[in-house]
């Protein structure tokens, strides 16, 4: 089930006068989970009319910081955070997960628009059916999630 067709789900925004410009930032360290999250996310940005680049950072924990990056740069509108952590043997695992979700909250909470599109699952399994645009569509998710706060931030906007 796609992640759009979820109960309760909101239907996508629609964006009067220009597209908005979304910038994926993707860690590919599980590259056919990474593969699959920017497949869904970039339908989701499609159908609702978005344009998007793709930018690769090494792990989870680089995301927040090229989206930091990014922001100061300027010409996007949104982000969608893509990547994928898996337990292992240590304490890693943690770290890796809540300090990259920190950061993307710390971001969030400066205005930034950012779709939180970084799974944690126990293991691969869990990870393939989340990242499966046929499946729970995690990148879709994420990509709607961000363009869900690009509407409101227009809107507040004036
Ligand atoms: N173990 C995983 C990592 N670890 C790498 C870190 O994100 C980071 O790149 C490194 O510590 C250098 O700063 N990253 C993932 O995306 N997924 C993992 O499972
Ligand atoms: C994210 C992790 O836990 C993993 O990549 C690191 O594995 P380990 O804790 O076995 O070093």
Redesign the pocket.
Known sequence: MASTEQEGALPLPTFEGFAPNILLVV?P??RKIADDLIAGAAATLKTAGATFDVIEV?????IPPAIRMAHKRGGYEGYVAL????R?ETY??EL?CNE?GRGLTLLGLEGLAIGNGILTPEDMAQAVVRADPSEMDKGGGAAAAALHLVALARRFAG
């Not at 090494?58 to 680089?62: N, R, V």
């Not at 990547?83 to 898996?86: E, R």
């Open positions: 860690a360290f599980y090494p792990g989870a924990l680089e990547g994928c952590i898996i292992g890693h695992f890796v990259s």
